[in-house]
């Protein structure tokens, strides 16, 4: 199975590649208009300096990252939503109703877009997220060192500090008033 996602993997790479490269119109276009991770991340790599490109082996490595984290992800988030659905019926036959009426307004399949706009739909969606986070923590290692300008507080948009000893002295204090 790896070997066939990684050969269909690497097939989709070079065709948009070299459609790009080439100017195969039709798929250049697609690319350039695409919204999808691999489309991104190659005209980004076509388009950034020489020092920053990185290998086709490293933009293929990211995308099996991508791919396998969204599958695990996306199995375990629907596991938590039936989960939580099966738990409270009543909020289950008031998101089936939602759907039963919008199936019947389309004739039985709902488009993507009328699906996604589906406002009970979208409050189950953000609840279970909000819940039972997939990710709740991604680590991140730094390719090379950097220093930070700690010598002075940081200041945010409305040019207060953004000390966490502050914030949380003006949320203690706050909400002892």
Same mark, same amino acid.
Request: glycine share 4%.
């Given at each position: 199975?790896?070997d ?12 948009k590649?070299? $459609? !790009? ?5 039709? +798929? *250049?276009? %697609?690319? =350039?208009?695409?919204k999808? &991770? ?28 991508f ?9 375990? $988030? !629907? ?5 939580? +659905? *099966?738990? %409270?019926? =009543?909020?289950?036959?008031? &998101? ?9 307004a389309?004739?039985?399949?709902i ?7 589906l406002?009970?739909m ?22 090379q ?8 507080p ?24």
């Amino acid at each position: 199975m790896v070997d066939t996602w990684h050969w269909t993997m690497t097939r989709i790479f070079e065709e948009k590649k070299r $459609a !790009l490269m080439e100017g195969d119109e039709a +798929l *250049a276009n %697609q690319v =350039e208009q695409a919204k999808d &991770l691999l489309s991104i991340l190659i005209k980004a790599n076509i388009d950034a300096s020489e020092e920053d490109k990185v290998s086709d082996e490293e933009v293929l490595g990211q995308m099996s990252s991508f791919i396998f984290a969204a599958t695990d992800t996306t199995s375990n $988030a !629907l596991s938590r939503t039936l989960h939580l +659905l *099966a738990s %409270q019926p =009543e909020i289950q036959e008031r &998101l089936r109703a939602e759907v039963t009426e919008a199936r019947e307004a389309h004739g039985g399949d709902i488009p993507y877009d009328d699906l996604v706009s589906l406002p009970f739909m979208d409050a189950v969606c953000r609840e279970t997220l909000r819940l039972h986070p997939p990710v709740p923590m991604v680590p991140r290692i730094s390719r090379q060192d950097i220093i930070l300008p700690l010598l002075t507080p940081i200041k945010g948009n409305d040019g207060r500090d953004n000390s966490s000893s502050q914030r949380y002295e003006d949320l203690y204090f706050h909400s002892k008033c």
